[in-house]
């Protein structure tokens, strides 16, 4: 199970934090990623965390977006800054970018961030 929180409006050039709590099948062993769906568009990855804590980003986000993680709580994290119109969009946890198959998608949460 899968639930994030955290979305908002926010003005151009704000800041967000976004939360995902995670359960069942998805362990603190589990690479986890963040995406995100805009409208009238498909699921684009924006990053994954590691188990150990290290990350990767999508080039769109990089330096703007930070992901962590507290295993003993299964929950991680987006630190969003410097927020532009094009990150508009309702953003998911899930498993990392690299596994085959993901877990059913959670809720997620809007972000807007008007032009």
């Known amino acids: 199970h899968l639930a994030e929180s955290g979305g908002d409006l926010v003005q151009a050039g704000g800041s967000l934090r976004l939360s995902c709590t995670f359960s069942?099948?998805?362990?603190?062993?589990?690479?986890l990623g963040w995406y995100r769906r805009a409208p009238g568009k498909n699921y684009q990855w924006v990053a994954d965390?590691?188990?150990?804590?290290?990350?990767v980003y999508a080039a769109s986000v990089k330096g703007r977006f930070t992901a962590s993680r507290d295993n003993a709580k299964n929950m991680v994290f987006l630190e969003m800054t410097s927020l532009k119109p094009d990150d508009t969009a309702v953003y998911y946890c899930?498993?990392?970018?690299?596994?085959?198959?993901?877990?059913?998608w959670g809720p997620g949460t809007q972000v807007t961030v008007p032009s």
């Open positions: 069942g099948s998805i362990s603190a062993i589990d690479t």
């Open positions: 899930n498993k990392g970018r690299s596994y085959d198959v993901l877990e059913q």
């Open positions: 965390i590691s188990p150990d804590g290290s990350t």
